[in-house]
């Protein structure tokens, strides 16, 4: 009885453990893009304060 339980167990524990680094591996692609999406995010922010400065000087000159 008690290999039957024990055999269960290591069954489990061998579906579990893929499962596990399945999760882990989505876990860090999903920080990646998100790292992605901030950088991305930053850059547009970045490149749309730049073209207002640019028009606010061009304005200015008129």
Do not use: H, W, Y
Request: no cysteine; aromatic share 4%.
């Amino acid at each position: 009885m008690m290999n039957v339980i024990k055999n269960g167990v290591t069954s489990l524990e061998e579906q579990v453990v893929p499962l596990i680094k399945m999760v882990e591996s989505l876990t860090i692609s999903f920080k990646e893009r998100d790292d992605q999406m901030a950088f991305i995010m930053k850059r547009i922010l970045d490149l749309i304060r730049k073209r207002l400065t640019n028009e606010e000087v061009s304005n200015e000159n008129l």
